[in-house]
């Protein structure tokens, strides 16, 4: 995906004094697993990163997720890709349900300190961000915040672009587009989150996509019944 109509979301470290005292927003936490939509991501892993780090990145930011009301399966690809459960579904992706990952050591001609970007098209719909080792490296040694904290709410910022669309950052909080050292102190705390508004929005977007697609198979199932009887 590229060109002219691709919309371009990246977010950098800073390190500037401001302080954002972020509220205790009410997480929209379901009551129940069944209440929350499923989201798949497929996270390809190109970096220096361990698995044992990517997995705990991914704990984090399926926390932050589940916040909000979704429930992330992670296919980590291609490893999982022979495992039964996520046979041949490492390629798939569809918007907003099926979201690709890629982590990448550096990135290509963005600012050294750009830690994730994300695409999207014109019509506010993007399947695809990545993340980039070297500059969370830097700010795991600036700020001796672990790496899988800062590499799992990096990776919920950037889901956090693909599921809420264009004009995604906020002021404060997991969607500001540089984060301070304050921001990753309130990260190591689990205090960096989504807004109220945000998860609104995600929960929202989400669930009427999920609610199409049911209607979808419902009229080709109708379909193939009406076949049948001919
Ligand atoms: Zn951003």
Not at 84 to 107: D, I
Not at 185 to 195: D, Y
Request: glycine share 8%.
């Amino acid at each position: 995906m590229k060109g002219a109509a691709m919309k371009l979301s990246a977010f950098t470290s800073t390190m500037g004094l401001s302080l954002i005292v972020l509220g205790s927003l009410p997480a929209l936490a379901a009551s129940g697993k069944g209440d929350r939509v499923q989201l798949r991501v497929s996270v390809f892993n190109s970096s220096p990163i361990s698995f044992a780090t990517l997995e705990r990145a991914e704990n984090e930011a399926g926390r932050l997720l589940r916040d909000v009301g979704v429930e992330v399966v992670w296919l980590n690809c291609p490893e999982d890709a022979q495992h039964e459960a996520s046979l041949g579904r490492c390629t798939e992706v569809s918007f907003p349900l099926h979201l690709h990952l890629g982590l990448l050591r550096v990135s290509r001609g963005l600012k050294a300190s750009t830690v994730g970007i994300s695409f999207s098209a014109e019509d506010g719909q993007g399947c695809y961000a990545y993340l980039f080792y070297e500059p969370i490296r830097q700010l795991v040694e600036r700020t001796q915040v672990a790496p899988s904290v800062i590499l799992g709410h990096a990776m919920a910022h950037e889901l956090g672009h693909l599921l809420l669309g264009t004009n995604s950052h906020s002021p404060g909080g997991l969607m500001r587009a540089h984060w301070t050292p304050e921001d990753l102190a309130n990260a190591s705390r689990g205090n960096l989150r989504f807004s109220l508004e945000q998860s609104l929005r995600i929960r929202s977007r989400l669930t009427s996509q999920e609610s199409q697609r049911i209607q979808a198979i419902e009229r080709s199932a109708e379909i193939a019944g009406a076949e049948r009887f001919k």
